[in-house]
């Protein structure tokens, strides 16, 4: 069966860094464009970054643009998220899923960004 298993979150001070991995399996990752996603404490579910099949095209949402870094490893069938210069508003829970959240999301990883 499909499996989207997030990682990597924890507790960081502010301008700290985290990389998160997302392990997929149960469906042919390397043919879809996937993307990062969070949730914050009463929020929804927002986009954070998305990334093309073979890696080459990458977007982000405005707010983590310059400081977040997606890629992945289709022969690992993982996608990462490379964080840097946290900041307390990027406090949430982070998720992996397909552009379309194709396939039902797995637990997510907390960050938590705090002094």
């Known amino acids: 069966q499909v499996q989207l298993v997030e990682s990597g979150g924890g507790l960081v001070q502010p301008g700290g860094s985290l990389r998160l991995s997302c392990a997929a399996s149960?469906?042919?990752?390397?043919?879809?464009?996937m993307r990062w996603y969070r949730q914050a404490p009463g929020k929804g579910r927002e986009f954070v970054a998305g990334?093309?099949?073979?890696?080459?095209?990458?977007n982000y949402a405005d707010s983590v643009k310059g400081r977040f870094t997606i890629s992945r490893d289709n022969a690992k069938n993982t996608l990462y998220l490379q964080m840097t210069s946290l900041k307390s508003e990027d406090t949430a829970v982070y998720y992996c899923?397909?552009?379309?959240?194709?396939?039902?999301w797995g637990q997510g990883t907390q960050v938590t960004v705090s002094s």
């Open positions: 990334i093309t099949t073979g890696g080459g095209t990458t």
């Open positions: 149960g469906f042919s990752f390397s043919t879809y464009v």
């Open positions: 899923n397909t552009k379309f959240g194709s396939y039902p």
